[in-house]
């Protein structure tokens, strides 16, 4: 199996508990003869880097150089990440699996990817605007809102960590229960249900 993880934070850029979070889940899916590219973004570091631990980072850099805030900087920074992951793609031979894509911010470039070369993806939800802000309804943060829900509409499954945020999801943007998954990080199970998820999406992808 091949797959593309995308985060908007992966080491040594760490912003919050995702860096390591995905660090360590990429390496444990290599272990087990998973083809993982990670996907993330970098400033001064660029370009493709063979980890010891078997994973392919790829780190591009946004093109525009001021931004007046996180919107305009995650939607021009996407043109890079669909770029790198289709040239990851097409060096595969156009054998990739699936994407997971970790939180809101390469949403649009996962749908561009499903709907250009026909890569099913996850939407991995960390956190949601209804919570980061106290500003929910401004337009600046409904455009942020209306790139999440474009994430739970288009994705194959949602995935998260724990119940409350499955049922936050529900309540807030009516995303049916069936389709989100509640992956437990407790050690004994994290990654199995990891491995099942990803083949239930990949050959959910081949039969449809």
């Known amino acids: 199996m091949r797959v593309i993880i995308f985060s908007w934070e992966y080491p040594p850029r760490v912003v919050g508990k995702l860096s390591d979070y995905v660090k360590v889940l990429s390496a444990q899916l290599s272990a087990k003869e998973i083809d993982v590219n990670v996907v993330t973004y970098g400033d001064t570091l ?6 010891s ?19 305009t900087w995650v939607l021009t920074l996407n ?11 097409y060096l595969a031979k ?32 960390e956190s949601l605007e209804d919570h980061r802000s106290q500003a929910q309804n401004t337009p600046y943060n409904m455009a942020i809102k209306s790139i999440e829900w474009l994430g739970f509409y288009e994705s194959a499954v949602v995935s998260v960590r724990s119940e409350w945020m499955r049922d936050e999801i529900i309540r807030l943007y009516q995303v049916p229960k069936e389709k989100i998954i509640v992956i437990s990080t ?7 249900d990891m491995l099942k998820l990803y083949s239930n999406v990949a050959e959910g992808a081949k039969s449809s």
């Open 46 to 51: 660029t370009g493709t880097e063979q980890e």
């Open 53 to 71: 631990t078997g994973v392919t980072t790829v780190r591009v850099s946004n093109p525009v150089r001021t931004h007046i805030g996180v919107l």
């Open 79 to 89: 043109q890079e990440v669909e770029r790198a992951a289709a040239n990851i793609y």
């Open 94 to 125: 156009n054998q990739i699996d699936l994407l997971d894509v970790y939180d809101w911010h390469f949403i649009p470039a996962a749908v561009t990817l499903k709907s250009g070369l026909g890569i099913p993806f996850i939407y991995s939800v």
């Open 186 to 192: 407790a050690p004994n199970v994290w990654l199995p």
